[in-house]
């Protein structure tokens, strides 16, 4: 059975609700953070709109190394640059994953920090680490959001700002407890 196409899938579907929080994103703001140990919301944004370009990290390279590859993030000025960016790493981070071989997949991979190793795992286990840091920053970015007051799009449903919360009548409640 093939993991390729369902991780194909699932990069369609997450890159959905990628999408809509990352167009939510206000230039206005892009220099705010909710605290001084947070990364600010462009920083974050942007981490999040860089994160499908690890797929194609994952299926051409062997491992990253930080000490030897230090971190250099995309410079975006606004919102729009910010969705390119996250599209052209969604399309190239795709295109790759299409044209990996099975066998590929279960290849190891190291991300590393010098001689210091930070994760070992297949290949195909990267992929899904990079899924999961991405549903893990766009929560985040989520809350940033909600701190500004900025709707919030829903990701597996409707989200509060777009379905209407209707609280159980205060009957049904107390029959639970």
């Known amino acids: 059975m093939s993991t390729i196409s369902p991780l194909l899938k699932e990069m369609d579907q997450e890159a959905q609700t990628t999408r809509k929080m990352l167009q939510r994103v206000p230039t206005a703001y892009f220099s705010w953070r909710p605290h001084q140990k947070s990364m600010t919301i462009k ?90 840091q991405i549903v893990h920053h766009r929560a985040q970015l989520g809350v940033f959001l909600r701190l500004l007051d900025i709707p919030i799009p829903g990701s597996y449903g409707p989200s509060a700002d777009e379905h209407e919360f209707q609280p159980a009548e205060e009957s049904v409640v107390e029959q639970q407890l």
């Not at 250099?72 to 299409?98: C, I, M, Q, W």
């Open 43 to 132: 920083q974050l944004a942007t981490h999040i709109a860089e994160l499908p370009s690890w797929v194609t990290m994952a299926v051409t390279t062997d491992e990253l190394d930080f000490a030897a590859n230090p971190y250099k993030p995309e410079d975006v000025s606004n919102t729009e640059d910010l969705l390119g960016y996250f599209e052209r790493s969604l399309a190239d981070g795709r295109a790759h994953l299409t044209a990996a071989k099975e066998e590929t997949l279960a290849e190891p991979w190291t991300l590393r920090n010098g001689s210091d190793i930070l994760y070992v795992a297949t290949k195909g286990e990267v992929i899904r680490m990079a899924y999961c």
